[in-house]
């Protein structure tokens, strides 16, 4: 049997400020899009093209700064390196 090529496309949107407020993936003929929610300068949710909720964020009171990510019910964990960007 033969193998089926896959493909993916991405448009990504950005806001005026620099940051990324939208993507948008198409696969075969399923389109999928992901909008990100800011609160100032820090990101605080996903959401997709019906307003749900994919992701959230707990952040830190620095700038851009995640503590902790909630996705599909699963907390993840940031930790920041010596010089304090978040690995």
């Known amino acids: ?26 696969q075969n003929s399923t389109t999928t899009t992901t909008n990100f929610v800011y609160d100032g300068n820090d990101s605080v949710e996903e959401t997709d093209q019906n307003g749900s909720l994919l992701a959230k964020y707990a952040r830190t009171s620095n700038i851009d700064e995640p503590m902790a990510e909630s996705r599909l019910g699963v907390t993840s964990y940031y930790e920041a390196d010596a010089s304090g960007s978040d690995a």
């Open 1 to 26: 049997m033969g193998q089926t090529a896959s493909m993916s496309l991405f448009d990504l949107t950005g806001s005026g400020s620099g940051r990324r407020i939208q993507k948008v993936c198409t």
